[in-house]
Nanobody
Framework: QVAVVESGGGLVQPGGSLRLSCVPE????????MGWYRQAPGKQRELVAK???????NYADGVKGRFTVSRDNAKNTVYLQMNSLKPEDTAVYYC?????????????WGQGTLVTVSS
């Protein structure tokens, strides 16, 4: 059984920064896809950023130049560095990992971490 654990959310003022972390727990042998999504109140979940196993990244238009997704392969950890935060970035942020497990490929989601941008 595999779980995804996120951390790093919280309350920050506009213009501030936060770093989210995501790490899988349980039995797996590879991470082949990594992404961060968010869902604001009353809105659908949307992609924020993705990073491939080869290190290629892509971002939603609204976060380009402000957010950076990265990975530490040695720690099996994925990060989302968020700078110049805006009130419209307020949302629950979810980590999504594509994992290779003994039972096969597994699409795993974290429980979500709340980011609130407010003065």
């Amino acid at each position: 059984q595999v779980a995804v654990v996120e951390s790093g959310g919280g309350l920050v003022q506009p213009g501030g920064s936060l770093r989210l972390s995501c790490v899988p727990e349980g039995s797996f042998f590879s991470i082949y896809a990594m992404g961060w999504y968010r869902q604001a109140p009353g809105k659908q979940r949307e992609l924020v950023a993705k990073i491939t196993s080869g290190g290629s990244t892509n971002y939603a238009d609204g976060v380009k130049g402000r957010f950076t997704v990265s990975r530490d392969n040695a720690k099996n950890t994925v990060y989302l560095q968020m700078n110049s935060l805006k009130p419209e970035d307020t949302a629950v942020y979810y980590c999504n990992l594509g994992l290779g497990t003994p039972e096969g490929a597994f699409d795993a989601w974290g429980q979500g971490t709340l980011v609130t941008v407010s003065s």
